[in-house]
């Protein structure tokens, strides 16, 4: 089937002229936020933005605010033709791809905090960065105002952080999760795994088994203490130093678990080398 050619947009008022006519011919628009540096776990998340909408938008923008002073913002991988080339081969419709400027003005002063769900895992280790992510996600929402917006289940805390604020501040978008996308030993697809060299990537998917087998015995109504004890001497044995957190949570709220009688989730964050890497699996 013959498709137009990916249309690029790096300021909202030419998009939003653009996505009035297709919402006037009906069309069910679909949002896909990325960061850009794309891999198949965003391919894979543009595919099933195209079997549940009429029209795609893919936005870039590394996102200046949800990075600390220490953070990898600066050395986090660009590569916007290369990504264009993907969105266009994926049959995306459209790129948005905004400037820091346009998205953050001068005396920009709003910022959303979303309370409690933020607070532990990543949260507790990266300050201010889901303030960055909600705030930037609810400006896309506003800018794009798709029927549905799709977002990476790898990081968990973050797919739970923006349904909170779309539920609290009343967005009208469905917000979807996606699977993650693993390599063939299980390392979870990631912009970041360009980082790691030949060891650590040889080292890397230990973060998923240990991650799965909590996960299994949990199932199996093993001692969460236990097995996340039992985690993280196999991470730190893999040269995993630090693993921030390994830890069990209720699915829903972030709460910790100690029995699993809700679905919950086992999430991990851990540095191999300068290398930050982040993972979950759903218990049962
Ligand atoms: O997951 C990401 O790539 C980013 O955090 C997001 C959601 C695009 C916001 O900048």
Redesign the pocket.
Known sequence: MSHAPLARFTAAAPLRAELAGWRRSGARVVLV???GALHAGHLALMERAKALGDRVVA?I?V?PT?FGPNEDFSRYPRDTEADLALLAGAGVDAAYLPEVAGMYPEHFSTRIEVEGLTEGLCGAYRPGHFSG?AT??TK?LNQVQPDLAL??EK?FQ?LLV?RRAVRDLDLPVEIQGVPTLREADGLALSSRNRYLDADARARAPRLHAVLARIAEGLSAGGDAARLLEEGRATLAAAGFDPVQYLDVRDAETLAPVERVARPARVLAAAYLGRTRLIDNVAVG
């Open positions: 936020p990325t960061m936005s923008f996102n949800q992510v930037v996600v896309l977002f990476g990081d973050q923006i």
